[in-house]
């Protein structure tokens, strides 16, 4: 039995190989320029990516440390992005309050802030040794 046929087939999936890659990627692009024209957030951590990154490149440590460093940095947007997907998704259920609504927004907030704390924790463990050196 061919299971294709039996299963409710989104209509918008049909795409395959380098068509579906590359819709996937203006999909992806279009995701990005909106979470920076409509998400504060979004910008400024953006901002902090922007500023940071070329810290991490120019700091006296290991490739695989500036990688982690940079790699926090991008921790944080994607958890951003996710969380922005949350809400968008909650309100266009309904913006009135529910307690299950919350608690959602606050799930992603809460993702957002700890992503935040790896991205400190990381950048300070690598840059308080560089700044207190004998």
Same mark, same amino acid.
């Given at each position: ?23 996937? &990627?203006?999909?992806?692009? /279009?995701?990005?320029?909106? &979470? ?6 979004? +910008?400024? $951590?953006?901002? =902090? ?14 490739? =695989? #440390? ?10 944080? =947007? ?8 949350? $809400?968008?998704?909650? #309100? ?10 919350? +608690?959602?927004? #606050? ?19 690598? /840059?308080?040794? =560089?700044?207190?050196?004998?």
């Amino acid at each position: 039995m061919n299971l294709k046929y039996h299963i409710n087939q989104n209509p918008h999936k049909g795409n395959r190989g380098l068509t579906r890659a590359w819709h996937a &990627a203006k999909n992806s692009w /279009c995701g990005l320029v909106y &979470a920076f024209l409509e998400e504060s957030a979004f +910008r400024q $951590e953006l901002t =902090l990516f922007v500023l940071l990154t070329p810290v991490a490149f120019f700091l006296p440590i290991a490739h =695989l #440390d500036k990688a982690l460093l940079i790699s926090s940095l991008i921790l944080v =947007l994607v958890v951003e992005l996710l969380n922005s997907s949350v $809400e968008a998704a909650i #309100d266009r259920i309904s913006f009135e309050h529910h307690d299950l609504s919350k +608690r959602a927004k #606050d799930f992603g907030s809460a993702a957002v802030m700890l992503a935040l704390l790896i991205a400190v924790l990381l950048w300070s463990a690598t /840059c308080i040794p =560089l700044v207190f050196r004998p």
